[in-house]
């Protein structure tokens, strides 16, 4: 019926029609696929542009560790200068200290509220196992002494295990009772919680 060329003829017919249609589905996929992408970086840009700003913005943890409030021994140094400790001194100090935020409040709470010498005061607060304890120890039994302020003062509260008890022992016994400083210091610190029998 069909002579070999129109067979041929066909044949080709139809396969530049298979080629064709395999073309239209690429270019529709490749169409469908550069739609999606634009779609997709349309959305991502604005959100990666917030996210460096954000980024920029806020400091980095190294700045975080040398910045004036989180650094505390830049903190303490400063403080132990302030109050009129030697640079070499405080250096020292606040490199030796475990907590030296702690250290420096110490100090800086005996020299503000009480007249005794920051040298001194600085030797105590090193010492102590609790420095703020100490420093409310020093200060509860100096405000309620009327007398000139005795440097004891310092070696009892470093004594004490307790030292916010023991001053409020001194101080209790000095408001009902007529006892010198001195006395009353040593008696708190002789006596003994009969239960635990730790000293005040």
Known sequence: ?????????IL???????????NQKYDLRSTTH???????MRLAIPMVSIAGILAISFPSRVDAVFSRQTNNYRACAGRLVNNNISPEDASQAC???????????????IVKHTKLEAKNALVS??????PQDLASCVVGISKNNKE????????FCGRSLLPVRFAKCVVGLRSE???????AMETCIDASDPITNVSP
Do not use: W
């Open 1 to 9: 019926m069909f002579s070999k060329s129109n067979k041929e003829y």
């Open 12 to 22: 080709n017919l139809f396969s530049s029609n298979k080629h064709t249609d395999t």
């Open 34 to 40: 550069g739609i999606l992408r634009y779609k997709v």
């Open 95 to 109: 490199a030796k200290a475990l907590y030296p935020g702690r250290l420096s409040q110490c100090l800086t709470k």
């Open 125 to 130: 607060c090193q010492e102590a196992r609790r």
């Open 148 to 155: 000139a302020i005795d440097p004891e003062i310092l070696n």
């Open 177 to 183: 009772i007529d006892l010198a400083p001195t006395q």
